[in-house]
C-alpha cells in the first residue's frame, strides 16, 4: 500500500479536509476500515476516525485543523471477521508550511 497525497496543493493547513488516498494491493479483505493520526514527536494521536473503501483503496478524510508543520504516522486498521480491529499498515509523512 502506498499513500497518494497530491503535489499541487501549497499549503494543506489551510485546507479544511485533507484526503489520503490508500491503496490496497491485492484488494479490500475487511469490511471495515479506520485510520488513526499519530503526532511522530509526541506519540499521542490527534486524530482517528472511519475511512471509507471502494475495494481497491481506503479514504481517510482529515480534518486540516489537526495538522500542524510536523511529522506524523497514519496507521490504518481493519475490522477482521472475529469483530477485532488488526492494525494493517503505517505510513509516515510530514506536513511542511511553504
Do not use: C
Amino acid at each position: 500500500m502506498r499513500p497518494q497525497v497530491p503535489t499541487d496543493s501549497s499549503s494543506p493547513l489551510a485546507a479544511s479536509l485533507v484526503r489520503a488516498r490508500l491503496v490496497l494491493y491485492g484488494g479490500a479483505k475487511h469490511s471495515r476500515y479506520r485510520a488513526a493520526l499519530r503526532d511522530a514527536d509526541r506519540q499521542s494521536d490527534v486524530w482517528s476516525g472511519e475511512a471509507s473503501s471502494d475495494g481497491k483503496a481506503v479514504e481517510a478524510e482529515i480534518p486540516g485543523a489537526v495538522l500542524r508543520n510536523a511529522d506524523y504516522v497514519l496507521i490504518l486498521s481493519g475490522l477482521t471477521g472475529d469483530g477485532k480491529w488488526q492494525e494493517l499498515d503505517l505510513y509516515q509523512f510530514s506536513v511542511i508550511r511553504r
